[in-house]
């Protein structure tokens, strides 16, 4: 997502949509693998039964805050303090298989606007970029060890940046002379070698998500999520997953194709003869942001929501 500099509120993307395609059963189990600050949480618990359960999941230990908190409110919600691939253990605290499982992946507007958090280009803080600021190493300790094709192949891989290579040399140039510690310094240097940039898309834009992306191993947690999620949901159980960018959308397209028994034959695709047996059904098509919505939160306008039904 594009920040553009503005403070917003929380606000639940695709709500409505979310809703519609992926509740349905009043007494059922439920898991928010982002929680977030609990919007879509919130709505869910709302349309919930007495013996309806949800069970939300964040590593970002302010969103573990308002988890706390609500769970302190409703007995039907618990938070878990991890990463979304902890799906199988979320379940078991459930003790039966879910009817639904929402993923709505990457960095959320709080995490955006905190200059503190490192997420933003546009907003001076510390290179930090990580989901959990306790735990593992910054993108700043990173650049500061990272070999330059190390720094180049990230850039490329998660960010698509084609002037990856350029970019990760000044990189290395630069820190060799003074360490690279904060946002705004790296966003300058890496608009030095790109300019300004098409209008109204900064030039370090494909360069930070790629980062974040790498520092918080989301993808390998989206791959090994999509995975556990054929064996945690319950027959009838969907499978909804909001992205925001190509890379993500591109994983969970293929997943649900791959395992709705549409996958291709031959040249890429499974060895002629092998049939990969169909575990999911698709629910409708990809569905974007409505215009209301958008005049209401940008963020939204780059949302994909794909829903998928498991089947016996």
């Not at 199988?88 to 507007?109: E, F, N, T, Y």
Request: hydrophobic share 40%.
């Amino acid at each position: 997502m594009t920040d553009t500099g503005t403070q917003y509120e929380h606000q639940p993307v695709m709500l409505e949509e979310v809703l519609e395609m992926w509740f349905s059963r009043s007494d059922g189990a439920y898991v928010d693998g982002t929680f977030g600050r609990g919007g879509h949480s919130r709505a869910l618990l709302a349309k919930l039964g007495p013996k309806g359960r949800l069970v939300g999941i964040d590593r970002d230990p302010q969103a573990i805050a308002v988890g706390d908190a609500l769970a302190a409110e409703d007995s039907r919600f618990q938070i878990v303090a991890n990463r979304f691939d902890c799906l199988p253990q979320a379940v078991a605290a459930l003790g039966r298989p879910i009817d639904g499982l929402l993923l709505d992946l990457g960095v959320s507007s709080p995490q955006l606007d905190d200059a503190a958090r490192g997420f933003s280009f546009l907003r001076d803080g510390p290179l930090d970029m990580r989901m959990d600021p306790t735990s593992g190493e910054s993108v700043a300790q990173w650049l500061a060890r990272a070999e330059e094709k190390a720094i180049a192949d990230v850039l490329y891989r998660y960010g698509e940046e084609r002037k990856s290579r350029r970019i990760a040399r000044r990189i290395c140039e630069v820190r060799g002379e003074q360490p690279i510690t904060r946002t705004l310094q790296l966003a300058e240097l890496i608009e030095s070698v790109l300019g300004r940039g098409e209008p109204g898309k900064h030039p370090a834009t494909r360069s930070f998500q790629a980062l974040r992306i790498h520092i918080n191993g989301e993808l390998d947690a989206l791959n090994k999520v999509l995975e556990q999620s054929l064996e945690t949901l319950a027959i009838g159980g969907r499978l909804a997953i909001i992205s925001f960018h190509s890379l993500e959308d591109r994983i969970v397209k293929l997943f649900i194709r791959d395992h709705s028994g549409r996958a291709p034959r031959g040249r890429g695709g499974l060895p002629l003869g092998e049939e990969m047996p169909q575990r999911l059904e698709p629910v409708g098509k990809a569905m974007r942001a409505s215009k209301g919505e958008l005049k209401v939160n940008v963020r939204s306008r780059s949302a994909v929501l794909r829903v998928a039904e498991k089947v016996a």
